[in-house]
């Protein structure tokens, strides 16, 4: 086997990160738990990013669709699929919300629409919260 140049493997490691890979799975967070009919369970204490009004995390997927929780109150939550709705990208989470780098949609932490070409925010995925779990889907 030939051995990987540093420039292969730099380019590699750039491109996991670009397509999001720095991201710990949420799978893998014990606060999330994957329910039958692909639904889920998240305990909204147990994520860190969830702390404060205005945080938002992507937490898993609910029937194949990549999905978002955003803090918007002190005891207010949504969810909400992070497809752009412009061409049903994945949008990536940065600091000021989510960005579609298909085109260039912006959204904020909530999924409101910032700017187009996408006409709409994210659309919201239903969502019951009771005694500090929320159930997805």
Sequence with gaps: MEPISRRSFLAGVCAVVALGGSEVPAAANTAVKKLPGG??????KAVPALA?????TR???VKGVPVAIARTGTSKYIAFNLLCPH???????NEKGWVCNAHGSEFESDGDLALGPATTGLARVPMKIS???ATIG
């Design 59 to 61: 937490i898993g997927s």
């Design 87 to 93: 061409q049903k990208v994945t949008v990536t989470q």
């Design 131 to 133: 005694k500090g779990l």
């Design 52 to 56: 404060k009004v205005g945080g938002a």
């Design 39 to 44: 639904r889920l369970s998240v305990d909204l």
